[in-house]
């Protein structure tokens, strides 16, 4: 049996960029990937430049179009349109493309990658964590990081993550050609989604077309609101193949490290519970999980505690914020439109929450509190 100095599962935003930096650090990484060929992945692709800190490397060569304006919308009339400041603060990716880019790069760094490989088992062996694929091979490392996404399986097994998963609804569509989506403006719909939003952020020759619902257990009529949504785009109601997805999202803090172990991007739950940002996380969690196992693995550190807490820090007591404003917004959302989104100064907030300058923890208390009164 190989033995590594860690074992990356899953070749998404997350791992890759996890690999990458240990690549470089000088470590032995292999990532597995369960899928050999580079399937079109659901999202939106909606990404604030700021991740670009987290690589020594240009990301541009895989943005598709830099966002200027957001619009939003209810019910497809009362529009809102915010200007987003300063230079390029808002891309959008395929997100099939970011992680293939991201994983050329771990692969130039030194990592091997292995595919199709899928993770089936996974266990403790003395000193080492050994994984077994779906046809019988076997590898064994120091360390395992866990980015598959948010079907792991893993969390619940090792005890790790939150208690109790909370998931998004979520349909998107792939759509060739822009409609009458305008250059560097992407689109934001409150009102024809029950507990939760739309949204059509445009491509290089596509438009990626969702919706998403965060509250409340219940699956969306996609269909009857994408024939709404779709020919005020200027595209046919039926147009494009939908792929519906449940997106594992934040919900409480949680241990996300154990022995040689970390959780990373959605199979962490790291997903924002309002607006659906996963792939910030995933990369911030990436390079967290790096830095924390290299510190680890050259002794300078005890365990990987200083991960989990890094996360809390710089990402879940945002989240934790932001799953209040959810709870309040969703539920109350012609309320929230009028006084979270129409208000004179929401454009540059919002803005500014979307680019990564501020926290849902900087307008939290606001927002609620105006949300509460307008109801009482
Ligand atoms: C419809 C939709 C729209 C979204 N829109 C946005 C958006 O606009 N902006 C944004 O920031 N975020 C968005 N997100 C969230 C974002 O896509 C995710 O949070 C992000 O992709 C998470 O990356 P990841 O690397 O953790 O997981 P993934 O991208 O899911 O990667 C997991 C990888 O692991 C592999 N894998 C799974 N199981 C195994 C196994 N057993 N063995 C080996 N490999 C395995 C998978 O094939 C995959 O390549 C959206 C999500 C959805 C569903």
Redesign the pocket.
Known sequence: MINQDVLV?????????AAFHLAKAGHKVTL????SSNLI????????AAVQKWFPFDLMPIVDEVIKQVDFSWCLTDPVIAELPGSSPFW?VQ?EKL?LFITSQAINAGAKLL??????QLERNGQFWRVT??DGHQLQAKAVVI???????WPKALGLGPAKEHY?F???VRLEGRGNMKKGISRFEFGLVKHGFA?A?PLNDGV?V???SFIGQHAINSNSILEKILPNLGFSPNAGKR?D???RIWNGHSPLNGNGIVL?????S???PF????????LM??YEAALSLNNWLIGESENLNDYTNSIQFKWGNSMAWGKKIAQVFYRFPQVGYQIGIKRPTAPKRIAEILSGEIGYGDIAKRVIKRLFLQRA
Do not use: H, Y
């Open positions: 599962i899953g070749a998404g935003a997350a791992g890759s960029t597995l990937e369960k899928n992945k659901p999202c939106g692709g909606g990404m604030a959008i997100r992680d595919k199709p490989f899928k993770v089936t694929s779906e980015a598959d996404g948010s079907k792991s399986p998004a979520t349909t998107s949204w952020f990626n969702g919706i998403g792929q997805a449940l997106l990373v991007g959605d199979a962490a790291l997903c924002d607006l659906a940002e996963g792939l910030r996380p995933a969690s990436g």
